[in-house]
């Protein structure tokens, strides 16, 4: 299932549907311009704190998936701590895969 989401991840940064990076997600969050906000595991406390306001005052979903450096990894860039989906139909099958991903962890499963 985590190769899934790496690969939507992938997909939608080679198709120009991701952006990443506190400033830059922000600035699409206040502008309401995402889809879906993903935070890193490992994410500090005010960063979490910071998109958990912004994005949930405009009901825009969250999640929390892999680490830092995973996420940069998949979207071929440095670490990074929040990345945005900018496409409805991709925002959903990655809601989705991480929900089932989130479950399957809480059972033990991968």
């Given at each position: 299932?985590?190769?899934?989401?790496?690969?939507?991840?992938?997909?939608?940064?080679?198709?120009?549907k991701l952006i990443s990076g506190d400033d830059t997600c922000k600035?699409?969050?206040?502008?309401?311009?995402?889809?879906?906000?993903?935070?890193?595991?490992?994410?500090?406390?005010?960063?979490?704190?910071?998109?958990?306001?912004?994005?949930?005052?405009?009901?825009?979903?969250?999640?929390?998936?892999?680490?830092?450096?995973?996420?940069?990894?998949?979207?071929?860039?440095?670490?990074?701590?929040?990345?945005?989906i900018k496409d409805k139909g991709l925002s959903t099958k990655l809601?989705?895969?991480?929900?089932?991903?989130?479950?399957?962890k809480n059972f033990g499963g991968d």
């Open positions: 299932m985590k190769s899934k989401i790496s690969n939507l991840l992938g997909l939608a940064s080679k198709a120009g600035r699409e969050v206040l502008a309401n311009r995402v889809d879906l906000v993903i935070l890193a595991e490992d994410a500090s406390n005010n960063t979490i704190k910071l998109f958990s306001d912004k994005a949930g005052y405009r009901n825009i979903p969250i999640r929390f998936f892999g680490k830092k450096d995973e996420l940069g990894q998949w979207i071929g860039k440095m670490p990074r701590a929040v990345i945005a809601m989705e895969y991480i929900d089932l991903y989130a479950d399957s």
